[in-house]
């Protein structure tokens, strides 16, 4: 195993974790079934990470799982992680080679599938094995302070993204954030919702560092945001991107195009909306497609007007090739309804695209170059293999 790559895939040694939420695969599992079987310390928990598969953005670091880890690790068992975007050994022989009795699987709505393959191959090779799937939860602030601590230790960094759609949904939790992370002097970036911030708030929030706010508008259309249960209003986006302005905070706007009911003209008038308003907005995040999530009130809605198959299924359905019109080569489902069909939503696409609202040259640039490296990694798996080393990983003590 080579230094450089060998937290990819080892025995948990140290914590390089999210700031703000992260998967709970096993706590309360761990609790359930370690209460009611009795073991011989050290029990052998496997951690894992499904492979992305082909992507328009880099992999992420598994980070929850590598939390976690960590505090199983701390409680006394013996820990292994398998990220399978860089895992390129047996996975049977080191499940039998390893016999873990507990297996915990990250991963997303796009990856589900491959989650799903490695439950399938945990219960073939072990049986009596528990494999625990999903979830998220909050982090002590001590702890975030102390990862942050450790990292700036080891490795030098100006800022930190904190990957929490619901950051702001507690004042609290923001307030004792910026508390923990003023000291560090660091620059950082968080989601935000408009209706959860006020310029006091922002402005505590800048002085600890804040430079960039993520906040999804969706739409422009109030009676849309009323219809999809935003739970805000477009006056309400404008005042949070006003204040921004005000504070000097850069402002990332999520737009998406291909809501239930949504005409063409009423995208077009939300394309309107965004040229008007780009002097409070510094980067356009748009999607024209819109994406169904399981069990959500969308799927619901989905199916009941007959835009989702009746026969369809979370656990055996494959990536549609419509998709692709979108450049959207995951296994998602994706909303198309008459009047807005693949092409039409290729057409707002194009749209933004010319009119310099999808992104920048260079963010647009670079999802190209990830996407193609991704596509020849897919096609010629022995390209990936060269920084890899095949065996066990070493002893980390």
Request: charged fraction near 25%; hydrophobic fraction near 35%.
């Given at each position: 195993m080579k230094m450089k790559s060998w937290w990819h895939y080892h025995h948990l040694t140290c914590s390089r974790t999210s700031v703000s939420r992260s998967p709970r695969l096993l706590s309360s599992v761990f609790r359930l079934f370690t209460q009611n079987v009795i073991f011989t310390l050290p029990m052998q928990i496997l951690l894992t990470y499904p492979d992305d598969g082909l992507r328009l953005f880099q992999s992420m670091v598994p980070?929850?799982?590598?939390?976690?880890?960590?505090?199983?690790?701390?409680?006394?068992?013996?820990?292994?992680?398998?990220?399978?975007?860089?895992?390129?050994?047996?996975?049977?022989?080191?499940?039998?080679?390893?016999?873990?009795?507990?297996?915990?699987?990250?991963?997303?709505?796009?990856?589900?599938?491959?989650?799903?393959?490695?439950?399938?191959?945990?219960?073939?090779?072990?049986?009596?094995?528990?494999?625990?799937?999903?979830?998220?939860?909050?982090?002590?602030?001590?702890?975030?302070?102390?990862?942050?601590?450790?990292?700036?230790?080891?490795?030098?960094?100006?800022?930190?993204?904190?990957?929490?759609?619901?950051?702001?949904?507690?004042r609290d939790h923001v307030l004792l954030f910026c508390e923990t992370v003023r000291p560090f002097n660091l620059k950082w970036e968080c989601e935000i919702r408009a209706d959860t911030v006020d310029i006091e708030l922002l402005r505590t929030m800048k002085e600890a560092g804040c430079y960039y706010v993520n906040m999804g508008l969706e739409t422009s259309d109030d009676e849309r945001l009323k219809k999809i249960a935003k739970g805000i209003s477009t006056e309400q986006a404008l005042k949070v991107l006003a204040d921004c302005r005000e504070l000097g905070i850069l402002a990332k706007v999520f737009f998406t195009f291909g809501h239930p009911g949504q005409t063409f003209r009423e995208c077009k008038q939300d394309i309107r909306?965004?040229?008007?308003?780009?002097?409070?907005i510094d980067f356009y995040a748009v999607t024209p497609?819109?994406?169904?999530?399981?069990?959500?009130?969308?799927?619901?809605?989905?199916?009941?007007?007959?835009?989702?198959?009746?026969?369809?299924?979370?656990?055996?359905?494959?990536?549609?090739?419509?998709?692709l019109i979108l450049l959207e080569p995951s296994n998602t489902v994706i909303l198309f309804q008459k009047g807005l069909g693949p092409l039409r939503l290729l057409q707002v696409a194009l749209i933004l695209l010319f009119s310099g609202l999808y992104s920048s040259r260079e963010f647009m640039e670079r999802m190209v170059k990830e996407f193609f490296k991704g596509l020849v990694r897919k096609v010629f798996p022995f390209y990936k293999t060269r920084s890899s080393v095949k065996g066990s990983p070493p002893s980390r003590g």
């Open positions: 980070l929850g799982l590598l939390s976690i880890g960590t505090v199983v690790k701390e409680a006394g068992y013996t820990v292994r992680i398998i990220d399978f975007n860089h895992y390129h050994g047996n996975f049977r022989n080191d499940l039998l080679d390893w016999q873990p009795r507990i297996v915990g699987i990250g991963g997303t709505t796009p990856s589900r599938m491959k989650s799903f393959r490695i439950a399938r191959q945990v219960k073939q090779a072990l049986p009596g094995a528990v494999v625990v799937y999903g979830g998220v939860r909050y982090r002590p602030m001590e702890q975030v302070g102390l990862e942050i601590a450790y990292l700036l230790k080891r490795r030098k960094f100006n800022g930190i993204k904190v990957f929490d759609s619901t950051f702001t949904a507690s909306f965004i040229r008007k308003h780009r002097k409070y497609g819109l994406k169904v999530y399981p069990g959500t009130r969308l799927e619901k809605e989905a199916r009941k007007a007959g835009l989702i198959s009746p026969d369809f299924s979370w656990v055996t359905s494959r990536p549609s090739l419509r998709n």
